[in-house]
């Protein structure tokens, strides 16, 4: 596939896709995101995959544009990036020996239509002991990254089970959007 834009300067996002053989170029997308909390999370990531879309930089006309956001949902409340250690030490505290929801809402502008969709992955995490906390916080991986870990590299250390996408809690559920693309574009 050509011609596909990643709104999107996450890494994961950009691996993702490079692995599944989607071929794209990463633009960056000048839209502020608004973790707004007395918004439903599913309607919030939409709009924010939507907004990140709809603002992609440097895009052709014509050109197929994908914009992604993920948080992690724990009994309600969005977890987003924390904002600094003493913030993700607290977040893995939460989530230790608890179930929570990472979901990614995504857009696609493709064809003068607008997509959007959601994917949500619950993930099962161990009991977390206070030194692993602090040990993982000190080597900086979960501080860019919603929830406080990242499944793809240590945090996968914690992690008893999931259900449902795997490449979702990674930042971007590249089956759906495959399978959306190929909707889309007739390939299927």
């Known amino acids: ?45 939409k709009a924010q995959a939507l907004g990140k879309a709809r603002h992609a930089c440097g895009v052709p006309e014509g050109a197929i544009v994908l914009g992604a956001d993920t948080i992690v949902v724990l009994d309600g409340a969005v977890l987003g990036k924390p904002k600094n250690q003493e913030d993700a030490v607290r977040m893995l505290r939460q989530l230790s020996g608890r179930q929570h929801s990472v979901i990614t809402g995504v857009a696609l502008l493709i064809k003068g239509q607008e997509i959007v969709f959601h994917s949500e992955t619950k993930v099962y995490f161990k009991d977390l002991a206070d030194f692993e906390i602090l040990s993982y916080v000190e080597s900086k991986e979960p501080l860019d990254k919603a929830g406080a870990y990242g499944i793809q590299g240590k945090g996968a250390l914690w992690v008893d089970k999931i259900e449902g996408s795997y490449t979702n809690v990674v930042g971007l559920p590249v089956e759906q959007v495959y399978e959306e693309l190929c909707k889309v574009l007739g390939a299927k």
């Open 1 to 45: 596939m050509s011609g596909l834009y990643l709104a999107s300067q996450s890494p994961r996002r950009h691996e993702l896709l490079e692995q599944v053989g989607i071929n794209h170029i990463v633009v960056s997308s000048s839209y502020e995101e608004h973790n707004v909390v007395d918004v439903n999370p599913i309607d919030m990531v």
